[in-house]
């Protein structure tokens, strides 16, 4: 259908800003192309972005600073290959956000869940849990010889759940290490467009690991924008076949809030959290304050984006509650 829909409609570029019609550019590439121009990795790169533990299986492979991983469905049949410390996090290997996001003490627990967590979510990943409430996102764009043009870092200050989630309150900021780690991954992996990739700080040796790719241009891209970095005319300057100009440089401290999960963030966490916040939560104007969704001249789709949420966040305290987890 959408082929077909290409083919009888000009449009001069097509991008899947989700996951789904990201991996349908992705898996018909071939076909679209013959249409119009895209700008996404062929399929079998894109698969091991969109699938969590290939990501990590990839990350460990070749160096790339990530959290110890194991595949649910092949590491646990023989318990001496369990080799990751207690506590573990649970999740499913192709989902968005912290949508069956689990935390297990004990590999007793853990084994008894694991067919409720498979029929709700799909293959599911093990991995190490790194305690550690600093984390990072980064919006990144290669061309297509798989340099690396626009890396806009941002610090994740705030997330719903409170125990690792989804973003809610981002801030800019520059890391050379990161830069550095997440020019090597994609040019390892051949990897060609846009892609968003969270990465969370690792007290025990102060390095900031990989923990999932979004093999398209993410939520928060508007941050890489308002911060000075035009993916946008990156793309279109690759598409015509001419010379990407990178840029490095962009400005620091710009916040951008998802002001309904940061809403919920505040419902759940401590005064005491709250209190020492930075940027404060009570901070909605002023300068470099913007948000991810909202706009009073357009006010339709963040009430989409409320009820999606509502939904998807009861879907997951329902299962909680069915397999009595913490």
């Keep these: 259908m959408l082929i077909g829909h290409i083919a009888s409609n000009k449009y001069?570029?097509?991008?899947?800003?989700?996951d789904v019609s990201a991996g349908v550019l992705s898996r018909n590439k071939d076909h679209i192309e013959q249409h119009t121009k895209t700008m996404v990795p062929d399929y079998h790169i894109f698969s091991v972005a969109a699938d969590k533990y290939?990501?990590?299986?990839?990350?460990?492979?070749h160096d790339i600073p990530c959290p110890v991983t194991l595949d649910s469905e092949s590491d646990l049949t023989n318990p001496s290959r369990f080799e990751i410390n207690f506590p573990v996090?649970?999740?499913?290997?192709?989902?968005?956000g912290a949508v069956g996001f689990s935390i297990y003490h004990d590999i007793e627990t853990l084994e008894h869940d694991l067919p409720g967590l498979r029929e709700q979510f799909g293959p599911v990943l093990i991995q190490e849990y790194i305690s550690n409430e600093i984390q990072y996102t980064a919006e990144v764009f290669c061309d297509h010889l798989s340099e690396m043009k626009a890396c806009v870092v941002a610090e994740k200050t705030r997330f719903f759940p409170t125990k690792g989630g989804t973003s809610s309150c981002n801030v800019t900021m520059h890391s050379s290490e990161i830069e550095y780690t997440l020019e090597k991954m994609l040019k390892q992996l051949n990897w060609t467009g846009s892609a968003n990739i969270d990465l969370i700080l690792d007290p025990r040796d102060n390095t900031a690991k990989v923990i999932e790719i979004n093999p398209r241009a993410g939520a928060i891209i508007k941050i890489a924008f308002l911060a000075g970095v035009d993916i946008g005319q990156m793309i279109i300057c690759s598409l015509k076949g001419e010379d990407v100009e990178g840029?490095?440089?962009?400005?620091?401290?710009?916040?951008m809030r998802n002001m309904m999960l940061d809403m919920l963030w505040f419902i759940f966490t401590s005064f005491r959290t709250i209190k020492g916040s930075n940027p404060s939560f009570f901070k909605f104007a002023g300068k470099g304050v913007h948000y991810q969704v909202f706009r009073l001249d357009d006010p339709f789709p963040v009430i989409g984006f409320i009820g999606g949420n509502i939904r998807k966040y009861c879907n997951i305290e329902k299962l909680k509650r069915k397999l009595n987890l913490d």
């Design 12 to 18: 001069d570029l097509v991008l899947g800003l989700g």
């Design 54 to 61: 290939q990501t990590m299986k990839f990350c460990m492979k």
């Design 89 to 96: 996090v649970v999740k499913p290997k192709k989902g968005v």
């Design 247 to 255: 840029k490095r440089v962009y400005t620091d401290g710009i916040i």
